[in-house]
Structures are given as structure tokens and as C-alpha cells.
């Protein structure tokens, strides 16, 4: 009973962990090129996810309504990007959160006035319903493999893109060294805007993909986006592999927590305050990790900088 | 190349002269604000007034370590909610004098700013504020996940506390127009105090280790151990904001400690002009008087006040402050 | 100020001083001794090992082994500002000073940071006739007189290296450590340069890192030299001067290989 739990949470913290990381991925690039934050990432998922609520049940397919949510995102993500965001490299931290949390104030209203303010409705694909089994009484629900494989597979495809193609080799010397990846001739300008368009359509597989998980609603960017610069910040700014890492860790200790927490305080505590403190406990545990790797690596797990 | 008078510049360095007319004149408009207000058969918004006033107490202690400090705390509603929850949880456990509530808010406040200043700053730049950031999301769960504190939904007070000023006498808190004057005079009080902190000994360390921290260091001051007091002085006064909150709504919910909160702390600070002495209070007036006005005409106020936002930054990057005087420049 | 001026009564004594970078050994077990009084000048090439030596001594860089004692004391692990009360304060190669702040507040503050507490929140420091009186004799001293009101930022770089100076001495050293104060600086600014740091000679102890030969010859007691970590010649100008010869076979022989 207790094996079978054990590799539930597993594989539904592999499954948020690699969804933290497709979030985190762009926002670890962003932030470690241009040294930007950027407070509206988490608008982009949450995009992400209505357009993908809206487009799949208006072409009736959660694949074509997946990639075209992903292809507007990214649209979306480069309009942004070369409208406003440019404006701000140069600038201080202090404007960059102005900014982007005036960002996240139009996102969430824009989204409002075009949606209303009920819950969407984003449900898997029937294909994917039901549970599967793994293991002899073991069933998991298909749709949360489809998400591990489509997280897996994204996965696989960035880091290939980033070790092995030109632009990904510029992004690297970029993350390292932004200077000299100037004085090598490398348009930053324009490589950003690329950037910045894969990093939202990232937010948008991820949105789409934990729709039919997770509420879609408004709001939603806000809280996953502090997770995803946890993961950043334990991973290293700047880092891709560090972004893996740190979401993993991150994905597993919030699942861990929420599932084993409760029942670890039902041995001594009142089922009435053991269940609350448990999810409460899971997330206060992910801003102690982050703690405790900038105390004792202030630069992160990764450092993207010598 | 030859200079200004030495008496000019040494006069303009704490107090000039305009700015303290123009400080009193400012005071004395707020004092007739709520009797104007009544006049024009608006008393409504004589309690918007007095929110506004608290927002401003807490985003001036944020200016404190900000602007003067020059240290990015991206947790400051810790100690907002810190101050309201320790007062709301006193008065729930019968504890009515606001001259009990309120120090002990303060007090409590301050330690905690305490504890995360001494860890967090031994980080610099951006790892500060996403620490800062992290330990307000904490206390944040803590409370949330706390259910005899009232998880999610909040505590209820119902009634302002009792403030005492005489035997057998009291100021009536549940009159706006008192409590209006009440959070007049502490931010009032509040101001001026940072003031002269800023002129002061410790002021001009703090000023300078903004400056060049390495260069204070090399001249012999322990630079940490100042930031830290500054950061538990802004983190008391965040607290006094907090406490005056929770009696002003008359509940504490979580969302007093969660990011979006230290978020638009920050940017009524930011908002206002960054290290003016009064971004503080701009900020909290321009951002709520926004909103309030905005909501008037339209259910979707947030997104006009994010494109107002969206307009500062690119066309008054030192803020509203910065469009008036060069104080807020050189600084 | 004027301790004792024995031979041998070493103020300050650096003991197999050693700090490496990555297997690379920037300094490599130096030691040495400045006496009260004098000025010792520290030359030696580029990458020599003299910014990480100047790191160490005033705590900006933990050493991996070795010693420091200043009038006795062991402060190998003293924070800067503590070196800085006990008497030890320099000078940055790269002008360090508050850009932002008037001539007259940069030289308040140094003072400030030794007289009396800065835990002192209520009176402005700028109403302080002592603080400020001392302040002017300060910039006096570093040749910034009429200066006193205009903003740091704004002086030219000759003046912003004598603010540099003067920064460090209005915390009142026993020992003042220069790091390249010529640098960048013209004929002219390098005159007054010299002409400053001659005048400290009956004030304080002077440990003087620099390029330029004229001025060190002109000012220095002593003369150390380091290369590759390592000191090679301590000694005083006219003996180096003989040995200059050598020396530079030596680090010919060096570039050669």
C-alpha cells in the first residue's frame, strides 16, 4: 500500500517538476541575459491555458487547440517582447517590477473582460480519461503520463536546442557572458526576441498541459510564477540545467509534502489541523530549501557565471 | 567652478525651508480634507481617506529601506501582516487597549524583521529580494495553513480597539472623523521622524553604504549591522501600519502577507519616486486614489491602472515626485 | 598617530601570506614588515600578485595561510571595518568614494565613522561644528580647499584621487595603505600627488603600491619588491636601484621562459 503511494507521489512530483521547469526555463534565460525580472511570466501560462480552454473546444481537439494555444503564446510572447519588454533591459530592478506587475494587472483584467470571471472549463482528452494500470493494482490516471511524456519530450528538445544547435550555443555565451557574446557579433536583439517567444510558448505547454489538473482561472500565473523563481534561484540564475534540477526538487518536496505531511501529523495532531498544516507545511518546505541553498550556495546549484 | 555658498548647501541637506512650508501647508489640507469631504455630502470616502493614510505609513517604511537603505525587500507585507495578525490575535484574546496592541504589534514586527534581516542580508541584489520575497511567502503559508488563527479566511475583530487618553476617557475610534485624525497625526509623526533619521548620524551611514557599501565598509563603519537596524526600524513601522489596518477593516485575512501585497508596496513606492522623502505617501494616494476612481466608471479599473503604471515607467522613470523637484534625482 | 620609531618596531607584519585561485598562487607566502613611520613602496609587474596581496591586508580577502598582525595583534580574520578602527585604512586603485555626496560629507562621514557612536538617530549631522570643522581640515589636507561644497561626482579625476586620499586619512590611520594613487593621473596631479603623500611622512605610516618609479623613488624609506607572489628584494631605494639591474635580468629571464 505504502510502495504504491510512494511511486504515485513520484511520478505526480516528476509530473508537476517537469511542468516547473518549462515555466522556469525561459524565465532562467531571461532573467540571466538581460538580468530582467520579470514579474509577468506567470501571465503567459496563464494565457496559455485559456487560450488553450477556448481553442480546444472550438476545433474539438485537444492536440490542434494545443499547438495552436502554444503558437499564440509564443505570438503573443515576441509582441511583447519587442513592444515593451526591450525598453527595459537597460533599466533598473525597480522599473522592471513596475512594469511587468502592471503587466500581470492588464493580463489578469484583459483576461477578465474576454473570458468573464468564472473558471474555465478544460477537460483531457477522452482518449486519455481514464487511469491506466502500472503495476498489479496499481492504476494511474493516463493523462498525468501524457503530461510526464509531453514534459520529458519538451524537455529532451530544449536542451538540444541549447547544446547542440547556433542559437543555442549564442544563448549560452549570452547567459555566461553578455558582453563578450556582443563583442562575438551576436545579435542580442533579435536572439532575445526568439528567446522570449520559445520561453512563452513553454508557458504555454505547461498551462495547457495542467489545465485540466489545476483551475483555470484567473490569478493562477500569480501563484505559480513565485514557485518558478524559486526554481530559478536554487538552480542558479542563468541555468538551464540548474532550472531542471531546482524544478525537480521543488516538484518533488511540494507533492511529497501535501501527500506525507498530513499523514505524518495525524500521529499526533487532530485530523482537523493535521489536514490544513500539512499543504501549508509542503510549501513553507520549498522556501526553506531555497534558504538553505543560497546559504549555502548564494549563487545557486548551477552558477551560470564563473 | 567656484562653488555655492557653503550655508545654502549645508541647509539644503535636511531641511529646506520650502520644503517644510510646503510639508505644513500639506498637513494643514489634510486636516480640512475630511470637513471638506463632509460639506460636499462625501463622508464615504472620509474612511478611503484614512486607508490611504495607513497605505502610506506602510510603503513610507518600505521607502525607508528602499529608497534611503537602497536595499530591494521584495517581502515587506511580512511585517504588515505580522502587525495585524499579532493585534488581531490579542484582541481576540480580549486585549481592547490599542496602547497594548499597537507597541505589541510593533514590537513583534521588528523581531521578525529581525530574524529575516539578519539572514537575508548577508545576500546581495537580486538574491535579496527573492529572499525577502521567500520568507514573506512562508509566514504567508503559516498563516494559511493555521486554522485556529482562521486559515483563509481571516479573523474577524468586528470593533476598533479602546485608545485611552485620560482616566475615564477615551477616543471614539468608531468615529471616521477621529480615527481619520488618528492616522493623520502617526503618519504625520512617522514622517518627520524619518526625516531626521535621514540627517542623522546614522542616516548619513545609511545614505552612504547606498552609495558605495564597500567604501563605507573601508571607512570603518560595520555596514550590516546598520542595514539590519534600519531594516527592523521599517519593519516596526510596517507593523503599526499593519495593526492600524486590521482595526481600520475591522478583519486580518492572509492576503495582508501575500507577494501581490509586498508587490504593490513596492510599486506605490516606486510609483511615487523612489528615495523621496514623501514617495511614500504619493504612491499610496496616486495608486488607491486610482483605483477608487477608476472602479467608479468601469468594473475593469485594474486594467487601466496597469497601463497608467505602464505609462510612468516609460515616460516619468523617477516616478511622480521626480517629475517635480530634483531632490528625488540626485538622490 | 606618531608611534614609536625604532628599527624593527614592525606596525604592521605580514607572515607567509598565501592565497590561491584555482591551483593558481596569486601570492605565495609573502612576508613582510612595515616599521611606524615610514613609507615602504611595493612594486612589482602586472599580476605580480599586488591587488590580492592589498585584498588581504585590508580584509576584503581571506588569506588561505598565513598571518597578519597589526601593532601586535593578530587580525588575519578581522572584518575590514575593524582593521579600519584599529588604524589600518587604504586607499582603492579604482577611486572609491561617495559620488553622490558633497567633498565636505564624504570627509564628515570618515570622520564620523571614529568619533563618537552612529547610533544616533535624532540630531543632523550636518549641525555638528566638530564633525564638520575637522571634515574641512581634512580636505585642506588633501589639497581640496574651496572644494568643499561641490558634489564628488562632479570633481575632475586628479581630485577625485586626492577625495581618495583624503578619505583615508580622515580616519585618522596609523598606517595608510595606497593602492596606486597616481593612477591615471598627468604630470601636474601627479606633483600634488606626491607633494600629499610627502607631507603624510611625519604623520602616519605609509604602505605605497605603485607604478611609477619617479614617485616611488622620490618618497620611499623602503622598497619591496614582488613577483609572482613571491618577495624578492626588500631594501632601501638605493640598494634597489643598484640591484635594479638584476631584477630586471631576472624578470627577463621570467618573460623569457
Known amino acids: 500500500m505504502t510502495g504504491i503511494l510512494i511511486i504515485e507521489q513520484t511520478l505526480n512530483g516528476l509530473q508537476f517538476g517537469l511542468m516547473l521547469f518549462l515555466l522556469a526555463a525561459g524565465l532562467t534565460l531571461v532573467f540571466g541575459i538581460m538580468d530582467m525580472i520579470n514579474l509577468a511570466h506567470g501571465s503567459l501560462y496563464m494565457l496559455g491555458a485559456y487560450l488553450m480552454a477556448s481553442l480546444a473546444a472550438a476545433t474539438g481537439s485537444f492536440l490542434l487547440g494545443l499547438v495552436l494555444a502554444v503558437l499564440a503564446t509564443g505570438a503573443i510572447g515576441a509582441v511583447l517582447e519587442f513592444m515593451l519588454l526591450r525598453r527595459l533591459y537597460e533599466r533598473d530592478h525597480l522599473s522592471q517590477v513596475l512594469a511587468t506587475f502592471a503587466l500581470i494587472l492588464i493580463a489578469n483584467e484583459s483576461v477578465r473582460m474576454l473570458w468573464g470571471p468564472q473558471q474555465m472549463m478544460l477537460n483531457a482528452p477522452a482518449a486519455l480519461a481514464g487511469p491506466v494500470e502500472l503495476l498489479p493494482g496499481m492504476p494511474y490516471p493516463a493523462y498525468r503520463l501524457a503530461v510526464i511524456a509531453v514534459g520529458l519530450v519538451v524537455a529532451a528538445a530544449l536542451y538540444l536546442l541549447v547544446t547542440r544547435t547556433r542559437m543555442g550555443m549564442r544563448v549560452r555565451a549570452g547567459a555566461s557572458n553578455r558582453e563578450m557574446a556582443q563583442a562575438m557579433g551576436v545579435d542580442i536583439r533579435r536572439l532575445f526576441t526568439v528567446v522570449f517567444a520559445i520561453g512563452a510558448m513553454l508557458c504555454a505547454v505547461a498551462g495547457a498541459m495542467l489545465g485540466p489538473l489545476l483551475a483555470v482561472q484567473i490569478g493562477m500565473g500569480e501563484e505559480i510564477l513565485i514557485l518558478?523563481?524559486?526554481?530559478?534561484?536554487?538552480?542558479?540564475?542563468?541555468?538551464?540545467?540548474?532550472?531542471?534540477?531546482?524544478?525537480?526538487?521543488?516538484?518533488?518536496?511540494?507533492?511529497?509534502?501535501?501527500?506525507?505531511?498530513?499523514?505524518?501529523?495525524?500521529?499526533?495532531?487532530?485530523?482537523?489541523?493535521?489536514?490544513?498544516?500539512?499543504?501549508?507545511?509542503?510549501?513553507?518546505?520549498?522556501?526553506?530549501?531555497?534558504?538553505?541553498?543560497?546559504?549555502?550556495?548564494?549563487?545557486?546549484?548551477?552558477?551560470?557565471?564563473g | 567652478m567656484e562653488t555655492q555658498p557653503t550655508a545654502a548647501r549645508s541647509g539644503a541637506a535636511f531641511a529646506p525651508r520650502a520644503g517644510v512650508a510646503l510639508a505644513l501647508w500639506s498637513l494643514l489640507a489634510l486636516s480640512l480634507l475630511p470637513h471638506a469631504l463632509d460639506a460636499l455630502g462625501q463622508g464615504f470616502y472620509i474612511g478611503f481617506a484614512s486607508r490611504v493614510l495607513v497605505y502610506a505609513l506602510a510603503a513610507?517604511?518600505?521607502?525607508?529601506?528602499?529608497?534611503?537603505?537602497?536595499?530591494?525587500?521584495?517581502?515587506?507585507?511580512?511585517?504588515?501582516?505580522?502587525?495585524?495578525?499579532?493585534?488581531?490575535?490579542?484582541?481576540?484574546?480580549?486585549?481592547?487597549?490599542?496602547?497594548?496592541?499597537?507597541?505589541?504589534?510593533?514590537?513583534?514586527?521588528?523581531?521578525?524583521?529581525?530574524?529575516?534581516?539578519?539572514?537575508?542580508?548577508?545576500?546581495?541584489?537580486?538574491?535579496?529580494?527573492?529572499?525577502t520575497l521567500a520568507f514573506a511567502q512562508m509566514l504567508y503559508y503559516v498563516v494559511v495553513s493555521l486554522k485556529v488563527w482562521g486559515g483563509d479566511d481571516g479573523i474577524n475583530l468586528g470593533a476598533r480597539p479602546r485608545l485611552g487618553?485620560?482616566?475615564?476617557?477615551?477616543?471614539?475610534?468608531?468615529?471616521?472623523?477621529?480615527?481619520?485624525?488618528?492616522?493623520?497625526?502617526?503618519?504625520?509623526?512617522?514622517?518627520?521622524?524619518?526625516?531626521?533619521?535621514?540627517?542623522?548620524?546614522?542616516?548619513?551611514?545609511?545614505?552612504?553604504?547606498?552609495?558605495?557599501?564597500?567604501?563605507?565598509?573601508?571607512?570603518?563603519?560595520?555596514?550590516?549591522?546598520?542595514?539590519?537596524?534600519?531594516?527592523?526600524?521599517?519593519?516596526?513601522?510596517?507593523?503599526?501600519?499593519?495593526?492600524?489596518?486590521?482595526?481600520?477593516?475591522?478583519?486580518?485575512?492572509?492576503?495582508?502577507?501575500?507577494?501581490?501585497?509586498?508587490?504593490?508596496?513596492?510599486?506605490?513606492?516606486?510609483?511615487?519616486?523612489?528615495?523621496?522623502?514623501?514617495?511614500?505617501?504619493?504612491?499610496?494616494?496616486?495608486?488607491?486614489?486610482?483605483?477608487?476612481?477608476?472602479?467608479?466608471?468601469?468594473?475593469?479599473?485594474?486594467?487601466?491602472?496597469?497601463?497608467?503604471?505602464?505609462?510612468?515607467?516609460?515616460?516619468?522613470?523617477?516616478?511622480?515626485?521626480?517629475?517635480?523637484?530634483?531632490?528625488?534625482?540626485?538622490? | 598617530m606618531s608611534a614609536a620609531r625604532g628599527p624593527g618596531n614592525a606596525l604592521l607584519e605580514l607572515q607567509g601570506l598565501a592565497k590561491h585561485f584555482g591551483g593558481v598562487a596569486a601570492t605565495d607566502g609573502v612576508s613582510l614588515a612595515v616599521r611606524a613611520g615610514e613609507i615602504l613602496a611595493l612594486i612589482g609587474p602586472n599580476g605580480a600578485g599586488k591587488t590580492t596581496l592589498v585584498a588581504q591586508i585590508s580584509g576584503l580577502l581571506r588569506p588561505d595561510d598565513g598571518l597578519i598582525r597589526f601593532e601586535g595583534a593578530d587580525i588575519t580574520r578581522a572584518a575590514v571595518h575593524m582593521r579600519v578602527r584599529l588604524g589600518l585604512a587604504r586607499a582603492f586603485q579604482i577611486t572609491s568614494i561617495f559620488r553622490g555626496f558633497t567633498v565636505l560629507e564624504n570627509l564628515a562621514l570618515a570622520v564620523q565613522a571614529r568619533s563618537g557612536t552612529s547610533l544616533s538617530f535624532w540630531r543632523p549631522a550636518a549641525s555638528e561644528a566638530a564633525l564638520q570643522d575637522e571634515a574641512r581640515h581634512y580636505a585642506r589636507l588633501a589639497g581640496l580647499a574651496g572644494s568643499e561644497t561641490r558634489i564628488a561626482g562632479a570633481l575632475a579625476h586628479g581630485e577625485q584621487r586626492q577625495l581618495e586620499v583624503g578619505l583615508a586619512l580622515a580616519t585618522r590611520p596609523k598606517l595608510v595603505l595606497l593602492d596606486e594613487p597616481m593612477a591615471g593621473l598627468g604630470p601636474e596631479e601627479s606633483a600634488r600627488m606626491i607633494e600629499l603623500i610627502e607631507s603624510l611622512r611625519t604623520q602616519t605610516t605609509v604602505l605605497l603600491v605603485e607604478h611609477d618609479m619617479d614617485a616611488v623613488f622620490r618618497l620611499a624609506d623602503r622598497i619591496a619588491v614582488l613577483v609572482r607572489g613571491r618577495i624578492i628584494a626588500d631594501d632601501v631605494p638605493a640598494a634597489i636601484r643598484a640591484h635594479t639591474e638584476v631584477i630586471r635580468a631576472y624578470l627577463g629571464e621570467e618573460a623569457a621562459s
Open chain 2, 165 to 331: 487618553l485620560a482616566p475615564g476617557f477615551a477616543l471614539d475610534l468608531a468615529d471616521e472623523f477621529n480615527w481619520y485624525y488618528l492616522c493623520l497625526g502617526i503618519l504625520a509623526l512617522a514622517l518627520w521622524l524619518s526625516g531626521r533619521l535621514a540627517a542623522s548620524r546614522f542616516g548619513r551611514v545609511i545614505a552612504a553604504q547606498r552609495e558605495n557599501e564597500i567604501r563605507a565598509e573601508a571607512i570603518g563603519f560595520p555596514v550590516y549591522r546598520y542595514k539590519l537596524i534600519l531594516f527592523v526600524i521599517a519593519g516596526a513601522a510596517a507593523g503599526l501600519a499593519g495593526a492600524l489596518l486590521a482595526a481600520q477593516n475591522g478583519f486580518v485575512s492572509p492576503k495582508l502577507m501575500h507577494w501581490t501585497q509586498s508587490g504593490s508596496l513596492m510599486v506605490m513606492v516606486i510609483l511615487g519616486g523612489v528615495g523621496h522623502r514623501y514617495a511614500g505617501v504619493l504612491g499610496a494616494g496616486l495608486l488607491l486614489g486610482l483605483e477608487e476612481i477608476l472602479s467608479a466608471y468601469t468594473l475593469h479599473w485594474a486594467f487601466w491602472v496597469g497601463l497608467t503604471l505602464l505609462g510612468v515607467v516609460l515616460f516619468a522613470p523617477r516616478g511622480i515626485a521626480g517629475l517635480f523637484s530634483r531632490e528625488a534625482a540626485g538622490r
Open chain 2, 60 to 131: 513610507s517604511s518600505l521607502n525607508l529601506v528602499i529608497g534611503n537603505a537602497g536595499m530591494l525587500s521584495f517581502g515587506h507585507a511580512a511585517f504588515l501582516g505580522t502587525g495585524a495578525y499579532c493585534a488581531a490575535l490579542l484582541w481576540t484574546g480580549g486585549t481592547t487597549s490599542a496602547w497594548i496592541l499597537w507597541p505589541a504589534a510593533m514590537c513583534v514586527a521588528a523581531l521578525a524583521a529581525l530574524v529575516i534581516g539578519a539572514i537575508s542580508l548577508r545576500t546581495r541584489g537580486v538574491y535579496f529580494i527573492m529572499i
Open chain 1, 228 to 305: 518558478a523563481f524559486v526554481v530559478i534561484v536554487i538552480g542558479g540564475i542563468g541555468s538551464i540545467r540548474g532550472a531542471l534540477v531546482g524544478a525537480l526538487l521543488v516538484g518533488m518536496a511540494d507533492t511529497a509534502g501535501r501527500a506525507f505531511l498530513p499523514i505524518l501529523f495525524r500521529a499526533f495532531l487532530p485530523p482537523e489541523y493535521a489536514s490544513g498544516i500539512g499543504p501549508g507545511l509542503a510549501s513553507i518546505m520549498i522556501y526553506l530549501i531555497m534558504a538553505g541553498v543560497l546559504f549555502w550556495k548564494p549563487q545557486g546549484l548551477f552558477p551560470a557565471r
